[in-house]
């Protein structure tokens, strides 16, 4: 209370109601030493519900972690460590940035897939429970996760997986901001997870006599009997009071995201037998009891640290690997295994590219690893001959794996795709990638953001990047989306010209370990450049590259349009025009380099200048200047095959060199 009153906004409500919860669960369940926020072998806990952010600061406070007294008075200002929603890298003991409601309950689904794979990497053969890397993923939520649609759609794949590692606690108060949830919400939330498949539990702390007692043992039991169950994951609804024991706020709206006011704090002090005048008590006595749990910590390690022990002594192979994915380190060579493709006018598909780079880069790489929702037939995202992770009794005749299997399956589930697929990259040093269209990247944006702003290194396999994918028409071909992504800070957007191209950016995006990764990959055939004509293949990892040399005008061309600039530039050369080719996978790459390489590429000297993307234009005037030209689509497609779309709406060859003759022209004015 104090906390969100110093600082004049916040959620007290949420973080009043499940203390008793936080607490018992620091204290008595969760594996985890205050001393090693990033040991191993501890249990991960992510709340879901973010905004109760008091919650969480308060028992790593509590706890022993690097949190003080002044840390949690500092809530919510400038250059604190307790922001108003819990960051990953910013405090201490915080597992995963869970700011829109729903997404920390995905993350911990993928914390949960991505444990088990981890196991299966490293110590298969042990008995349950007794392998050092067997732990528990814990979650809290609220009402307004369980409402938004992505929890059904993670909570859905958690059920198919069995994970009985995942134990999830929902505070069912029936308050949201805007009062009681009856007004949005009818259905029985635990009837709905019994649906999925979860093990589901109840524990109500309102009593027959219509009082209210924090019966925390009952909790216990709860989360003990969730243990038990293996092949499930748990549920526990816990039915609480928002805002407990406030006198005239409980149970209302107003406790839920604003301060209480003082008098109402002074009250609920007064019941709770503080001394109204005093801001922020801390009883000594307390905190030391609390601060016990960091003896327990440290016994807990130790003997975990014996059984890592034994296990390094067992398999020098699987204890290299572990060494290795510790810190994203890739093995030596690896590179030889990245294909190259011959040179062929007809060409391949970059999406069919990607299908062969990713089956090549297998049996090297055994810490990649992903799938698609429901797309792998089209997106070309499983890696050839490699299992399904999946349990013994979901295989069916396609799709046959076992528990550490490496092929995901999302079923149609873009937005809860995203959310696992940055738990799974928070929660060890795997490499993960889930694929979809480009168009249904809007289904699984929330989730791409969180990625971008944690550091993630997810990779995104994009395919039917434009237009080019033809007859599905304008609902299906992305216009506005290639820069609607490339606007995400830290996204890196990626749309190779040819296959030996989606080769490198692979390659490059497997060696970068700090952000996300989106590859726009086509469906169409694009040719397979002769790099004995045109620059190598490897400079696209730059970002951008002179693939043709010219003098009188520049033609720069992403993924599928490359080809439309070399075309283009044969035409200019019949008409005495010397035309510079140049490929721009990645424009965030590009910007990146030194000044002068990409003065070397586009040099300032040389206005004229025109680009060629089968997507909206406008964008573009950051390369191609005053005096540009750009061609691409700037408004929504068609129905009609690939080649007719792109003569139709003017990207051809024709179109970009008789735009090259006015910027040259303007260029000169």
């Known amino acids: 209370m104090d906390a969100v009153q110093k600082v004049g906004n916040g959620h007290p409500g949420t973080a009043m109601s499940l203390a008793p919860a936080a607490y018992l669960l620091y204290q008595r369940i969760l594996r985890h030493d205050p001393a090693d926020p990033h040991w191993t072998g501890r249990d991960r806990f992510v709340l879901s519900c973010g905004h109760s952010s008091l919650t969480l600061y308060i028992q790593l406070y509590l706890s022993g972690y690097a949190l003080t007294l002044d840390d949690l008075k500092a809530l919510r200002t400038w250059g604190s460590i307790t922001p108003g929603h819990p960051e990953y890298h910013v405090t201490p003991g915080v597992e995963i940035t869970t700011g829109p409601l729903g997404q920390g309950v995905g993350n911990a689904v993928g914390m949960a897939m991505a444990a088990r794979r981890e196991r299966g990497l490293f110590d298969p053969d042990a008995a349950p429970g007794e392998s050092p890397f067997d732990h528990y993923i814990y979650a809290f939520c609220s009402d307004g996760d369980i409402e938004e649609g992505i929890t059904h759609e993670s909570s859905s794949i958690a059920a198919v997986q069995e994970l009985g590692n995942l134990i999830v606690l929902y505070d069912d108060n029936h308050i949201s901001i805007e009062d009681n949830t009856r007004i949005a919400k009818s259905e029985d939330v635990g009837a709905r997870y019994e649906a999925y498949g979860w093990h589901v539990q109840h524990v109500d702390w309102h009593t027959a006599d219509g009082g209210y007692h924090e019966n925390v043992q009952a909790l216990y039991d709860a989360y003990e009997a969730a243990k038990a169950v293996t092949d499930k994951p748990s549920f526990i609804v816990l039915h609480t009071i928002i805002g407990w024991p406030a006198p005239t706020k409980q149970g209302t709206g107003a406790a839920h995201g604003a301060a209480l006011g003082d008098d109402e704090v002074a009250a609920t002090k007064e019941i709770l037998g503080f001394d109204p005048a005093v801001k922020f008590p801390v009883e000594e006595e307390a905190l030391s ?116 299997g490496r092929t995901l399956h999302f079923g149609i589930r873009e937005h809860g795709m995203g959310s696992i697929l940055n738990g ?108 004995a004509i045109f620059a190598p293949a490897a400079l696209a990892a730059r970002g951008a590259y002179v693939m043709a040399d010219g003098t009188d005008v520049i033609l720069i061309g992403t993924g599928s349009e490359v080809q439309i600039a070399v075309a283009a530039r044969e035409l200019l050369a ?96």
């Open 289 to 404: 009891r609390a601060r016990e749990v960091a003896e327990r910590g440290k016994a807990l390690h130790a003997e975990w640290d014996e059984k890592f022990k034994g296990w390094e002594n067992q398999d020098s192979e699987r204890t290299s690997l572990f060494a290795r994915m510790a810190t994203y380190t890739l093995p030596d060579r690896w590179t030889d295994a990245l294909p190259e493709f011959p040179a062929d006018p007809k060409g391949i598909a970059t999406r069919k590219a990607s299908g062969e780079v990713l089956s090549a880069l297998a049996p090297v790489l055994p810490e990649l690893w992903g799938g698609s929702a429901d797309l792998a037939e089209s997106n070309l995202t499983t890696m050839k001959g490699e299992p399904s992770f999946l349990p013994a009794n979901r295989q069916t005749p396609m799709w046959q794996g076992g528990p550490y």
């Open 574 to 669: 019949a008409d005495g025009i010397s035309a510079r080719v140049v490929s721009m996978p990645c424009t965030e790459w590009f910007t990146l380099q030194d000044a002068s390489y990409q003065e070397e590429v586009l040099p300032k000297a040389m206005r004229a200048r025109v680009s060629v993307e089968a997507g909206i234009t406008a964008p573009w005037k950051i390369f191609v200047g005053d005096a540009g030209e750009s061609i691409g689509v700037d408004h929504y497609g068609a129905s009609a095959a690939a080649a007719v779309i792109y003569e139709k709406f003017g990207i051809t060859a024709e179109a970009v060199a008789a735009a090259a003759k006015s910027s040259i022209a303007k260029a000169r004015a």
């Open 424 to 531: 799974i990259a928070v929660h060890g040093n795997t490499r993960v990638y889930g694929g979809t269209f480009l168009q249904f990247s809007d289904y699984m944006r929330g989730a791409v953001r969180l990625a971008a702003l944690m550091e993630q290194p997810v990779t995104y396999v994009w395919t039917h990047d434009s237009i080019g994918l033809g007859e599905d028409g304008p609902t299906h071909q992305p216009i506005e989306h290639l820069w609607s992504l490339r606007n995400i800070p830290g996204l890196d957007v990626v749309r190779p010209a040819d296959a030996n191209e989606t080769a490198v950016v692979w390659r490059a995006i497997l060696e970068i370990i700090d952000r996300p990764a989106a590859l726009a990959l086509s469906r169409q055939n694009v040719p397979t450049f002769d790099r």
